[in-house]
């Protein structure tokens, strides 16, 4: 098509991607045309993409750092590196430390959240990709919210451990989301800023991080109840019994989180 430009191509494709929640996509799209330049011209290219698509592509593509996953993990989670995913060490069955017998720890590079650092957005958009995160972990934390609510409702044989554990993912997900999106709107705030001045959005991330770490701690003390109920199910001094009463005591010590 007459007057298509590789710009107005990418500005396109990112606003499809987005729509059909393809966010890692369609930051995918925007890093093959940064690779085309040196990587000191990236907010130059992303205000280009902005101004050849409008307002509506600005949006796409906050929404796309905001939401695309991160590149080393999968929802947060690396494979433990000491136990290499085993949970126990062959030679002497011990489940290991690092992992509590997991298997797996949180993403390093992530911190848990399991979404794409926000220091690889753009600079000139990393402001409002955070705001656009911090309005994430409010929405995955009400849901959160409302599904905790429910557990005074569930007794131990409705209530999959497997669900629970969701759960606790995903506030501590959304807790790590809020802190990491605090710092970069406090960075970005103006050097002469005075306390009339303070985003709403530093105040909404400390909440979200507060809110996150009480819902987190409350979820690991009932799955540590449910670990427990479950090893009573097994002879004392099998390794069943064993196995469980170790995932209460990795989830009763905060889960390995600090």
Known sequence: MAGRTPILDCASEIRR??????????VRRFEIVASWTPSSQRSKLAAEIVRAGGRITEAALTKAFARASCYFCRDGWMLCDQ???AKTFAANGRFCDACGGLGRVP????GGSGLLA?????????PKVAKRRIEWAVKLLQEVTRRVGNLRRWDVASTSLADRLRLLHSAERASEAAKEA????ASSRSPGGGRGQ?????DLAGVCR???QALAEALATAIAEL????AQRHPAGSRRRAIWERQAEFYESGGGRS
């Open 227 to 230: 670990c427990l109920r479950e």
């Open 210 to 212: 507060k809110r996150g």
């Open 17 to 26: 991607f987005v729509a059909r929640r393809e966010y890692s996509e369609a």
């Open 107 to 110: 993403c390093t590079f992530c």
């Open 198 to 202: 303070r985003p709403r959005e530093l």
């Open 182 to 185: 605090k710092r970069v709107v």
């Open 83 to 85: 136990c290499e995913g």
């Open 118 to 126: 926000l220091d690889a957005s753009p600079a000139v958009l990393r």
